[in-house]
């Protein structure tokens, strides 16, 4: 790929946006990747330029023409774009018609232009369509505090869809900048290892643990170090949904202002109070924490 250093583009990784520069920009190279990651309305509003573009593209050649187009009022560019419209979404009303070679010509590229943008823009309502989305709710920060005794970093989570997803898997890393003895800076990725990584089923919530011990790459740091350090944790799931049968990926970023030390997260079960009763799960409490010594 060709550098061009005018061009600057954001990157973003967990929480942080970086500014790449020196790429060459490729709109219709990564057509299919840019059409994916834009927003519905974005989407829409891009094939909606696109279209006008075109029909304004064959109504100025059809008005090259002169009068080619048959009841068409003379010189009226308006009735000319309007036939193209007709053309490009292959409608043919048959109030108008192409009246010479020329014309004929012109639509029948304006037809095969319009068949093809059919078939890309279908595929692409159908891709978007079927991609997989998790709805998977994140606590809004993480916490440090007691677990079996022991110092852990906890991160939680919730299936907001409560549809099955099989063979969940998690992983937590720590990611921060580095300067080396030759001043280089580097920013570094150091996985934090979990208690269970694993779930065979999620279908409600989710508590990860991470052991703070002499092993741990969170071991013996304060605040004031992860600022210093500018750390982030990002959080990465995956699984297999039974619903659409495809494999679900989403990621959430945590800055070090995203930690509450001395924290564990709020109960968000609570037991039956009567026989035969059912077992409750609060996700408004998803978010809370509470205070430990």
Same mark, same amino acid.
């Given at each position: ?20 520069? $020196? ?99 279908? $595929? ?128 959430? $970023? ?40």
């Amino acid at each position: 790929m060709i550098a061009h250093p005018d061009k600057a583009r954001k990157i973003r990784v967990a929480d942080r946006e970086f500014l790449a520069r $020196g790429l060459k920009p490729s709109l219709f190279g990564d057509l299919f990747h840019n059409s994916m990651r834009l927003s519905w309305p974005a989407f829409f509003a891009g094939f909606a330029v696109y279209f006008l573009t075109m029909n304004l593209l064959f109504a100025s050649l059809f008005h090259l023409g002169g009068d080619c187009i048959a009841n068409a009022r003379p010189g009226s560019f308006l009735d000319k774009f309007f036939f193209s419209v007709e053309t490009l979404a292959t409608v043919g009303y048959g109030d108008m018609h192409p009246a010479n070679a020329y014309a004929h010509l012109v639509v029948t590229a304006e037809i095969f232009t319009g068949l093809s943008t059919l078939a890309v823009f279908t $595929g692409l309502i159908f891709a978007r369509f079927s991609r997989p989305r998790a709805r998977v709710i994140f606590a809004e920060a993480l916490v440090i505090g007691p677990h079996q005794g022991e110092t852990t970093l906890m991160a939680r989570l919730a299936n907001a869809r409560h549809s099955v997803v099989t063979e969940a898997e998690a992983d937590l890393w720590l990611i921060y900048a580095e300067t080396t003895l030759e001043g280089r800076r580097f920013v570094r990725f150091r996985p934090l290892p979990l208690a269970h990584r694993r779930n065979p089923i999620f279908v409600l919530s989710w508590t990860l643990f991470h052991t703070i011990d002499e092993s741990s790459p969170l071991h013996g740091l304060t605040r004031d170090d992860l600022k210093a350090m500018d750390a982030r944790i990002l959080l990465v799931f995956n699984g297999h949904d039974e619903a659409s049968g495809q494999t679900l990926v989403v990621r959430r $970023g945590y800055h070090f202002d995203e930690l509450r030390f001395n924290h564990v997260y709020a109960d968000i079960g609570a037991q039956p109070t009567e026989e035969g009763a059912l077992q409750e799960i609060d996700y408004r409490k998803i978010h809370q924490t509470e205070a430990v010594d």
